[in-house]
């Protein structure tokens, strides 16, 4: 196959693979987002896998490419299911915290560097939605109870409990080998 290169020289067909895989990425975290195994009673929930193929486009391309990826995801997010107090509060809560998923990228090539990803991943994520939850939810938290406090308990509950399935699916062997499969369709 002939390789089209564009004025910097670099192989457009590598971009455009990576295009094409963020948006498949994109397409299977939006499915997944809408099997949900738990659901907060205000918002939030346990899927099925849909933050690892945010995670897995940064893990496979690099933190800049799972960013974007991430940051879009955010906004499809935001486009099909709006909540919106405040301009801001969209930021944090749509394509920041998606968009914190493709730290996941810092640790590509790197033994583990999936499951560590992931984990940062998620991190970013709770650490935005945390945010978010302390500056435009705090009035949600009960009577006496520290709004951090509150909010990091609220966002780790559903985040914590769909890291954990899914680092518990990614240390299964043949998960593990298909997604080796593919990522080395992805070069």
Known sequence: MSQIHSVTGRSTSSA????????????LAMVTSYIKVWEM???GSV????????????????AGYGILTGVGFGFLQFIVDPYMMSVPQVLFD??????????????????YGLQIGYIVGVLGRFLFSTLSGVF?????????MNPWVYSALYQGSYLGAEGLITLAILSIPPVAKALNTVKRQTM
């Open 16 to 27: 455009v693979r990576k295009l094409v895989f963020s948006a498949m990425g994109i397409a």
């Open 47 to 62: 899927t099925l896998l849909s933050m690892l193929f945010i995670c897995l486009i940064g893990y496979w391309f690099g």
């Open 41 to 43: 009673p205000m918002g």
């Open 136 to 144: 435009f939810f705090a009035a949600y938290a009960p009577e006496g």
């Open 94 to 111: 749509y394509p920041l915290a998606f968009g914190a998923l493709g730290l996941s990228g810092l640790f590509c090539g790197r033994r």
